[in-house]
């Protein structure tokens, strides 16, 4: 059975950090695209970062109004995907997922191309 499990949430200051770790069971992540999503409260989730290997590239993709302030990584051995998230605003209060793709089918961007969900963790950004 196929596990992800995100932790490392919490409550922060604006202009504040936290790192997100989404450890993966029953499943390798190697070759793999592992994504993370977020929903803010009455708002539908949203696409925030994908990273892809292929063969050894390494290759990340992350929405325009966090790039510079959010990184996403991987420790395939570790079957682990973090994303590092800087300069924290309120407005990236939402509750953060990662995603799965095993199916290795459709756009990195669309829900629908995921195969496995974690349960989210709650990131709340105070003003």
């Known amino acids: 059975q196929v596990q992800l499990v995100e932790s490392g949430g919490g409550l922060v200051e604006a202009g504040g950090s936290l790192r997100l770790s989404c450890a993966t069971s029953?499943?390798?992540?190697?070759?793999?695209?592992v994504g993370w999503f977020r929903q803010a409260p009455g708002k539908a989730r949203e696409f925030v970062a994908a990273?892809?290997?292929?063969?050894?590239?390494?290759?990340?993709y992350t929405k325009d109004s966090v790039r510079g302030r959010f990184t996403i990584s991987r420790d395939d051995a570790k079957n682990t995907v973090y994303l590092q998230m800087n300069v924290l605003k309120p407005e990236d209060t939402a509750v953060y997922y990662c995603?799965?793709?095993?199916?290795?089918?459709?756009?990195?961007?669309?829900?629908?191309?995921?195969?496995?969900w974690g349960q989210g963790t709650q990131v709340t950004v105070s003003s």
């Open positions: 029953g499943s390798t992540i190697s070759s793999r695209t």
């Open positions: 990273i892809m290997k292929t063969w050894t590239v390494y290759t990340t």
């Open positions: 995603a799965l793709q095993v199916g290795g089918r459709g756009s990195y961007l669309a829900e629908t191309s995921y195969d496995y």
